[in-house]
Nanobody, 118 residues
Framework: QVQLVESGGGLVQAGGSLRLSCAAS????????MGWYRQVPGMQREMVAT???????NYAEPVKGRFTISKNTARNTMYLQMNNLEPEDTATYYC????????????WGQGTQVTVSS
């Protein structure tokens, strides 16, 4: 099925910004939910933000007001604009494509590392 490749991660200072991209190998127009998830070693992978087929967005409380998820259907790409980054945002960020059965049954990218220094 769809292959996903994340990019845009890096090392930034607290208060800085990063823009993550998730390039899909095929159309993302019909995907039920596209989303960004993050994971810290020793902890569970958690939802950061999702965007539905219809464009409805959902954010985890810690990132509300700071992160913005979006997608460009023509480019088969999803984005995560991260502003005012905090050390707690440090994690590996993964792109997910969920066709309706739940993200764990969907497709994942390889992940991109985001490190925020204090």
């Amino acid at each position: 099925q769809v292959q996903l490749v994340e990019s845009g991660g890096g090392l930034v200072q607290a208060g800085g910004s990063l823009r993550l991209s998730c390039a899909a190998s095929k159309s993302i127009s019909s995907i039920a939910f596209m989303g960004w998830y993050r994971q810290v070693p020793g902890m569970q992978r958690e939802m950061v933000a999702t965007i539905s087929r219809g464009g409805i967005t959902n954010y985890a409380e810690p990132v509300k007001g700071r992160f913005t998820i979006s997608k460009n259907t023509a480019r088969n790409t999803m984005y995560l604009q991260m502003n005012n980054l905090e050390p707690e945002d440090t994690a590996t960020y993964y792109c997910n494509a969920d066709n309706g059965w739940g993200p764990r049954f969907g497709f994942w990218g390889q992940g991109t590392q985001v490190t925020v220094s204090s």
